[in-house]
């Protein structure tokens, strides 16, 4: 395992959006663009790590007519490859797992067609435990919202996970826009983590009834 902050890391990325990885947790994909595939196949010969990272919106006014490559988010998670089925017409099925968070410093200049960045891997803080007045709020936010959603949930089981599994396993699958999964990948910690993630849910629990959406700006 590779300890957070020693030295910059070179990592392959897959930016994706709406795809979160967090530390610990599984993400499934599947690789069908030659270039992730070929990303994939260089990984399995290497060390089987990919970085899972948000292109950022489509801002107004930026240069059109030549090709460009969507500018990043600073924040995204370190993935490694722990299961794999390869397809006969060269596509993937993979099953990442969240090894750290990471912060890009730059993008590389690469002749491979994915892209790769430098980054620093950030310390962990997944083992911090939440206060037990967070975790019953939280818990009540989470059926209330839920309950708006059509949501069937089986909260006994949810009560028997620890803290970083619940608040990092909502965060990765709950129905927000990317822009607010992005914050909750940034938030320093499972505590603040939780916070936010309350607070969207009320967000979007409130959502304009009119249209049925809602977003984090």
């Given at each position: 395992m590779d300890?957070?902050?020693?030295?910059?890391?070179?990592?392959?990325?897959?930016p994706l959006a709406g795809a979160i990885l967090y530390p610990s947790l599984r993400l499934p994909l599947h690789i069908f663009e030659p270039r992730y595939r070929a990303m994939v196949s260089d990984a399995l010969a290497r060390d089987r790590r990919i970085g899972m990272i948000q292109p950022?919106?489509?801002?107004?006014?930026?240069?059109?007519?030549?090709?460009?490559?969507?500018?990043?988010f600073d924040i995204g998670c370190l993935g490694h490859i722990d299961e794999v089925e390869?397809?006969?017409?060269?596509?993937y099925n993979i099953v990442l797992v969240g090894v750290a968070r990471f912060r890009l410093l730059r993008e590389l200049t690469v002749s491979t067609p994915f892209r790769q960045i430098e980054a620093?891997?950030?310390?962990?803080?997944?083992?911090?435990?939440?206060?037990?007045?967070?975790?019953?709020?939280?818990?009540?936010?989470?059926?209330?919202?839920?309950?708006?959603?059509?949501?069937?949930?089986?909260?006994?089981?949810?009560?028997?996970?620890?803290?970083?599994?619940l608040i990092n396993g909502v965060s990765q699958i709950a129905p927000f826009d990317a822009a607010s999964k992005q914050a909750?990948?940034?938030?320093?910690?499972v505590s603040e983590r939780c916070r936010l993630l309350v607070q969207l849910m009320q967000f979007y629990g409130r959502r304009d009834?009119?249209?049925?959406?809602?977003?984090?700006q």
């Open positions: 300890a957070p902050g020693v030295a910059p890391k070179r990592i392959s990325i897959f950022r919106p489509y801002q107004a006014g930026a240069p059109t007519g030549a090709p460009r490559a969507d500018p990043l390869a397809l006969e017409d060269g596509r620093e891997l950030l310390p962990a803080r997944e083992d911090e435990a939440l206060a037990s007045v967070e975790r019953a709020l939280f818990e009540r936010e989470a059926r209330a919202f839920a309950d708006a959603q059509g949501y069937r949930v089986n909260w006994e089981e949810v009560t028997r996970l620890d803290d970083a599994s909750l990948l940034e938030a320093d910690g009834s009119d249209d049925g959406r809602a977003t984090l």
